[in-house]
């Protein structure tokens, strides 16, 4: 089992950066790709955004329009992922999730079928 600890959520003004982290723990050898989900206020489950992910130790993908706005990145030192936000806007409001998978979780297709998802850490950005 993999167990995903998000931290890094805060309400902040537009125009705004923040960095949200996501450190893994347990049987993390097993992972071979960590990313990032988000839940807009009001929407579903089944309406998470898959953001941006990043293989173990290899190349990150972007959501299209998103690279440059999110920056992900790792420290396999730590078994933590990180997603930078920058220039926030009242649109990036909402619930942000970690997931890992044992495979290569295409997030950015918006796959919700993740081996491990934590329980996410909150933004929410108003002037």
């Known amino acids: 089992q993999v167990q995903l600890t998000e931290s890094g959520g805060t309400s902040l003004q537009p125009g705004g950066s923040l960095r949200l982290s996501c450190t893994a723990s347990g049987m993390t050898a097993s992972i071979r790709c960590m990313g990032w989900f988000r839940q807009a206020p009001g929407k579903e489950r089944e309406e998470r955004e898959g953001v941006a992910s990043i293989l173990k130790g290899g190349p990150a993908y972007y959501k299209k329009g998103m690279r440059g706005h999110f920056i992900i990145s790792q420290d396999n030192t730590k078994d933590t992922v990180y997603l930078e936000i920058t220039n926030v806007k009242p649109e990036d409001t909402g619930m942000y999730y970690c997931?890992?998978?044992?495979?290569?979780?295409?997030?950015?297709?918006?796959?919700?079928?993740?081996?491990?998802w934590g329980q996410g850490t909150q933004v929410t950005v108003s002037s």
């Open positions: 997931v890992a998978d044992r495979g290569r979780c295409k997030v950015i297709e918006g796959n919700l079928d993740q081996d491990y």
